[in-house]
């Protein structure tokens, strides 16, 4: 028997090793949590660093420096006077243009353009894309406000302004999200576990896991490894804190569990890690390997979001093994109180009481279960699938750039001005590279395009008299312009027929501009639907069936995720248009919906399963089905409402892609957790007998048991 000296010297043992556990995370949150702030100046929210090199509007995008000797981005400046434009305007906006063009960061300012119906002008401003793009759109803008012509309303818009207000439309991802989240996640702990320290722990366990997933993320970007966004720096804090958040609870579960039958908390500490470890290990590499999967998107934004997430699961799953233990160690029995969960070792560990089985509430979902499985999967399955109804209304072919916004921007209402007074895309036109020996027969094919209403050579455009094209390595650049607005699903329509009738016309010709890109984001992620969903699918099956060391269980349990993504995506689209009436939604949605709610359904699973298996060797299928049902039914549903908690906080910022998946991820969660969780697959489990672990050993010895 051991010595009582000894117990002493390993209980002083690892406490200290718990002591020097939590004071490297505290060292990792020192240089981390400042670099949250700071990881902004790594942030690109240019939509044409999205795409691959192929694309053919950002080969076009290069191409374009060669004729205009350096990068830029389009502004336009509207100026309209209600009743029509007084004949001192012109020479009044002339002057304004001319100190537009002295600002730091602008390339050109071309105009005054006056309007066809002599309401209004314009000034097209090429602004440098090297230069801090908001800082120079904020320069123009303060520029007019000094020099205010009177009676003449101005505002800046065009590619350039939007984006400007579309990356400050992400101001609130540093301040305001993480505050959201990490209230709701609170909240929803201190009534989870009725304890006033232990969610503090579990706090800090996310926190020291958002701050190191940012280091490293951070250090990517800066190394020139990756692209970091305004939605992934959000996706980052929620995903850091929501998995740390869920795996901080199945491992306090087990820790409380433990506790029930050990004097000892350090040894119930040991007994819920080890219990936990494979369970969590499982999920953090299911959702780890499904976002790596966003590597094969054409999307260079979707290829980076996957190192981003891969980044905040790891570390969720990092602190959750290493500092939550040693707070845990280090608190003891105290962080429960007070609520504290006494010893009780006459009891048979992993046996049940009134706590793991649930209560009366999944004590009450397991007999129905149990009583009528065939029925409860039917009925729950048919019912899913008249919810996956609603994705034929699903309007997730993009959307115009001005509607990304969802607060008020002078960007937008300028646009508004400029489609009512001028051609809805001038200040934006497409942009064609052609062979100077066919410029003639592609501005005259260009012109005959519906939606086109001007096609010009650059250099060209002289009116009082004949003047040369501007020619480069044999090439010259025609500007269409649009009657449509460039953001519009009509512009990428024009694109897509001036792409058409002039490669007739030339196979070299190619075709680019802000309506293209549009049109190439949007083409990309409709490939990507195609290629990474069946990738993640695969993925998914290969680790289910090393985990449950089955076949039959991860065909079935990936089924019935797909199933709850397709119902959920029902729902979203009818609410998407019915409730909020959102003008459509982003191309990636969809993926990105499908990523997260598979990866963490499946998470979902994991942890009922892996608690089943122990349950069906102890007391045979079906009593282990709802054994593991009762014990992981309180835990599971609050993972579920902390991780729908943390997601649903995306939709403070006022962005429509990060709403949109906001919705979604939030009520899929809900819907995966309690329905398809605790019905759809406990009872499809039951009714499918022991061969849902075909071929493994558990499959014979549950069939003997039963």
């Not at 048979?348 to 029925?375: K, N, S, Y």
């Not at 001005?402 to 937008?412: G, H, K, M, Y």
């Not at 050579?457 to 094209?469: F, I, Q, S, W």
Request: net charge neutral.
């Amino acid at each position: 028997m051991e010595s009582a000296v000894h117990r002493r010297a390993r209980r002083a043992l690892a406490l200290a090793l718990a002591v020097l556990v939590f004071g490297a995370w505290m060292a990792i949150a020192a240089f981390g949590g400042p670099t949250f702030g700071t990881i902004s100046q790594v942030t690109d929210n240019d939509q044409a660093s999205y795409l691959p090199a192929s694309a053919e509007s950002t080969t076009v995008q290069a191409l374009e420096r060669s004729f205009f000797g350096a990068d830029s981005i389009p502004a336009t400046v509207v100026f309209v006077r209600a009743g029509g434009l007084r004949p001192t305007d012109p020479a009044a906006v002339a002057a304004v243009a001319g100190r537009l063009s002295s600002l730091n960061g602008i390339a050109t300012v071309q105009g005054p353009i006056p309007s066809k119906d002599a309401a209004a002008l314009q000034l097209v401003v090429a602004v440098d894309s090297s230069a801090d793009g908001a800082a120079v759109v904020e320069s123009l803008r303060s520029t007019l406000r000094s020099h205010d012509v009177p009676g003449l309303r101005s505002w800046v818009t065009g590619p350039a302004a939007l984006a400007a207000d579309f990356g400050a439309g992400f101001a609130g991802i540093d301040g305001v999200l993480l505050v959201v989240a990490l209230g709701a996640v609170f909240v929803i702990l201190l009534v989870v576990y009725r304890s006033l320290l232990l969610p503090v722990v579990v706090l800090l366990t996310s926190a020291f896991a958002l701050t190191g997933s940012i280091l490293v993320v951070y250090a990517m970007a800066k190394a020139g490894w990756i692209i970091v966004t305004g939605q992934s720096r959000g996706i980052l804090a929620i995903l850091a804190i929501g998995a740390a958040t869920d795996y901080s609870l199945l491992l306090v579960a087990r820790h409380r569990e433990a506790l029930l039958h050990e004097r000892s908390p350090l040894a119930a500490v040991r007994t819920a890690w080890l219990r936990a470890i494979e369970p969590i290990a499982a999920s953090a590499a299911t959702v780890i390997l499904a976002v790596l999967c966003l590597g094969f998107s054409d999307l260079n934004s979707n290829k980076s979001l996957g190192p981003v997430g891969a980044a905040a699961v790891a570390f969720a799953f990092l602190a959750t093994m290493s500092v939550l233990p040693a707070m845990l160690a280090l608190t003891g029995r105290v962080a429960f109180w007070p609520a504290v969960p006494r010893a009780r070792p006459e009891r048979e560990p992993g046996g049940r009481d009134g706590h793991e089985d649930g209560g009366r509430l999944w004590g009450a979902v397991g007999g129905l279960v149990g009583r009528r499985p065939r029925a409860v999967w039917v009925v729950t399955a048919v019912l899913l699938g008249a919810c996956a109804i609603g994705l034929v209304g699903l309007r997730a072919g993009g959307v115009p750039q001005t509607d990304l916004l969802l607060a008020p921007s002078q960007s937008v209402a300028g646009q508004k001005e400029l489609a009512k007074h001028f051609d809805a895309g001038s200040g934006s036109p497409a942009i064609v590279i052609a062979p100077v020996d066919r410029a003639d027969a592609v501005v005259s094919a260009a012109e005959r395009v519906p939606d086109v209403s001007s096609a010009v050579l650059l250099g060209a455009e002289r009116t009082d008299g004949p003047a040369a094209p501007r020619v480069v390595q044999g090439r010259v650049l025609v500007e269409a312009t649009l009657s449509v607005p460039a953001d519009s699903a009509a512009a990428q329509r024009a694109v897509a027929e001036l792409r058409e009738r002039l490669t007739r016309v030339d196979p070299s010709v190619l075709v680019g501009g802000t309506s293209a890109l549009d049109l190439d984001s949007n083409a990309a992620a409709q490939r990507d639907l195609r290629t990474v969903i069946p990738i993640v699918l695969a993925v998914i099956f290969v680790i289910l069936a090393l985990l449950l060391r089955a076949l039959v269980a991860p065909v079935l349990l990936i089924a019935s995720v797909a199933l709850s993504y397709a119902a959920c995506l029902g729902i979203a689209a009818i609410v998407f248009d019915v409730v909020f009436r959102f003008p459509g939604a982003d191309a990636s949605v969809p993926l990105f919906g499908f990523v997260f709610l598979v990866a963490l359904g499946v998470d979902y699973n994991i942890f009922l399963m892996t608690r089943v298996r122990e349950e069906v060797r102890r007391v045979g299928h079906a009593a282990g089905v709802v054994a593991g049902l009762g014990a992981t039914g309180g835990m599971i549903t609050s993972a579920g409402v902390v991780l729908a908690a943390t997601f649903a906080a995306l939709s403070t910022i006022p962005i429509l892609f990060l709403v949109q998946i906001a919705f979604i991820v939030a009520f899929g969660v809900l819907l995966d957790t309690v329905v398809v969780r605790s019905l759809l697959v406990p009872a499809l489990a039951i009714d499918t007998g022991s061969a849902f672990w075909w071929p493994s050993r558990l499959s014979r010895a549950a069939s003997r048991r039963t």
